[in-house]
């Protein structure tokens, strides 16, 4: 007789993974599994590579080759997955189920165990990035202009003060905007 025990896919793996995808992210999946599991696991979600049978120093390995050729986001929840953690770009911890180790070693913690939130971190931070980029300029900007002015003999006190609290108004309100981004 043959006996066969396999997690059970979580209805939201293929959405998230699609997600990934449609933003442009290559996915890849570490596991201790062996191959077969991984690799049907894997086929089923639509993960573009798998690696099955793998030890923690082998889950470093791959993410430092991974690193090698760009940034590397990893997602893990136990004590094996750590070392891959620390050395990936962006270490992300599953927080319902992860261990403390990997909670403590990943620059972010999900509150639980939604893959989804990958994607939705992704575009919150492109959106983040966007704006940060959007307020530098308009700093600058105004910061330059006020400054032309002075060096031109028609720049005033109230004029410095009104670009100052008028630039850190404007930068505010842009960044105000990240509330109601659709992530």
Do not use: C
Not at 26 to 32: I, K
Not at 39 to 66: C, N, S, T
Not at 147 to 165: C, E, I, P, R
């Amino acid at each position: 007789a043959r006996f066969a025990v396999a997690d059970t896919l979580k209805e939201t793996s293929r959405d998230a993974v699609a997600q990934l995808h449609a933003l442009g992210v290559q996915t890849a999946m570490l596991t201790g599994d062996n191959v077969h599991t991984a690799r049907a696991i894997g086929q089923a979600v639509g993960i573009d590579a798998v690696h099955g049978g793998q030890l923690p120093a082998d889950k470093l390995a791959v993410v430092d080759r991974y690193a090698r050729s760009g940034r590397v986001g990893m997602v893990g929840d136990g004590i094996n997955d750590s070392p891959a953690l620390a050395r990936a770009d962006v270490g992300f911890a599953m927080g319902a189920l992860g261990s403390d180790a990997a909670i403590e070693t990943a620059d972010v913690a999900l509150m639980d165990d939604d893959l989804r939130k990958v994607a939705v971190f992704i575009r919150l931070s492109r959106a983040t990035r966007r704006i940060l980029v959007q307020n530098i300029v308009l700093a600058l900007s105004i910061k330059t202009v006020f400054l032309a002015m002075t060096l031109a003999g028609s720049g005033t006190m109230w004029m410095a003060v009104f670009a100052d609290v008028g630039a850190s108004l404007l930068v505010v309100g842009n960044g105000l905007r990240l509330l109601n981004a659709r992530v």
